[in-house]
């Protein structure tokens, strides 16, 4: 089993930082692909970034870029998301989400999910 526990969302003002924590109790965390998920009330859960297991790749979704930061800590099982110069439209609950094999950006490919953390960004 692989669980994933995330942390660090909250309410920060529109410009503002987060940093959200996901730490994985798999001792084989080194060997899986990595990504951060977003859903909003009303719309589907997209793609945040990703990152492979070596962090040689990472992904992030236009909306993001030069925002977010995706990084992974293999020797303390964390994958983390900096997230920098927040908008409201960023507000959503943010998953952490695993698999075992290469990189992708669909939902439906990753088999391992956090519980979720609800970020919210006042204007």
């Known amino acids: 089993q692989v669980t994933l526990v995330e942390s660090g969302g909250g309410l920060v003002q529109a410009g503002g930082s987060l940093r959200l924590s996901c730490v994985v109790s798999?001792?084989?965390?080194?060997?899986?692909?990595m990504a951060w998920f977003r859903q909003a009330p009303g719309k589907e859960r997209d793609i945040v970034a990703a990152?492979?297991?070596?962090?040689?790749?990472?992904v992030y979704a236009d909306s993001v870029k030069g925002r977010f930061t995706i990084s992974r800590d293999n020797a303390k099982n964390t994958v983390y998301l900096q997230m920098n110069s927040l908008k409201p439209e960023d507000t959503a609950v943010y998953y952490c989400?695993?698999?075992?094999?290469?990189?992708?950006?669909?939902?439906?490919?990753?088999?391992?999910w956090g519980q979720g953390t609800q970020v919210t960004v006042s204007s």
């Open positions: 798999e001792r084989t965390f080194s060997m899986y692909t």
């Open positions: 990152i492979s297991w070596n962090s040689g790749t990472t």
């Open positions: 989400a695993a698999r075992r094999r290469i990189l992708v950006v669909l939902d439906g490919e990753y088999n391992y």
